[in-house]
């Protein structure tokens, strides 16, 4: 089992649609918590961090529920633009990044 | 500014040849980290240098692979006798240490290996 498991994609979705992913992670002792994005054949970047408050960015809504070890992101009004690859991340002591396999989102016209 | 930069771009080997991987961080990040992307196993750690500190080398995934810092900015990945499940993205992140702060990433080396 994978430390970082999220949803399976691809997720396939209309323009202006709401779009939820979700992340279990299984080390308690993650320190950080992240949203990364990632184009075809490019880098990542960082999204969004995840705080147990939850947090906004926009059109993104990030949650983290450390009694659950549950992290989520959630994507209103999706535009093409979104389309690509979301990394859900943990950080361990010194910043070492544990990586989602990753969901891919395809936003149709 | 300028970002994380990464040479080669793109490199084709043979299999049992040795390859060497560049990674330019941003400058005054004391934090950088070696992460590998291939087909089917998603992003992995590696390695990572903080300041003065001893890497943390947990991530290897054998002692063919290698990697050094020097004076603090620079560090070269070093693969010696290269396999063929050795190909992937080989990613560099900077940043200013710690948990929480922002990796930022380079544009990888694209390794092949015939």
């Known amino acids: 089992r994978k430390e970082v498991e999220q949803d399976p994609g691809p997720f396939n979705v209309p323009e202006g649609a709401t779009v939820a992913f979700n992340c279990t992670y299984s080390?308690?002792?993650?320190?950080?918590f992240f949203w990364y994005r990632q184009d075809c054949r490019k880098e990542p970047k960082l999204l969004m961090s995840?705080?147990?408050s939850g947090n906004e960015d926009g059109r993104f809504t990030a949650q983290l529920n450390r009694a659950s070890q549950y992290i989520s992101l959630l994507i209103r009004d999706s535009k093409l633009s979104d389309s690509a690859t979301y990394l859900c991340?943990?950080?361990?002591?010194?910043?070492?990044?544990?990586f989602g396999q990753g969901t891919e989102l395809s936003v149709k016209p | 500014g300028a970002g994380v930069s990464q040479s080669p771009s793109n490199k084709v080997t043979e299999k049992g040849k040795d390859v060497e991987l560049r990674c330019d961080p941003i400058?005054?990040?004391?934090?950088l980290y070696w992460y590998r992307q291939s087909l089917g196993q998603g992003l992995e750690f590696l390695i990572y240098?903080?300041?003065?500190?001893?890497?943390?080398k947990s991530g290897l995934p054998s002692d063919r692979f290698s990697a050094e810092r020097t004076g603090g900015s620079v560090s070269t990945l070093t693969i010696q006798r290269t396999q063929q499940e050795d190909s992937a993205v080989y990613l560099c992140?900077?940043?200013?240490?710690?948990?929480?702060?922002?990796?930022?990433f380079g544009p990888g080396t694209r390794l092949l290996v015939l």
């Open positions: 992140a900077s940043s200013f240490g710690g948990a929480d702060e922002t990796q930022y």
């Open positions: 080390n308690s002792a993650s320190q950080s």
């Open positions: 995840v705080y147990s």
């Open positions: 991340v943990v950080s361990r002591q010194g910043g070492k990044l544990i």
């Open positions: 400058s005054g990040h004391t934090a």
């Open positions: 240098f903080q300041g003065n500190s001893a890497p943390d």
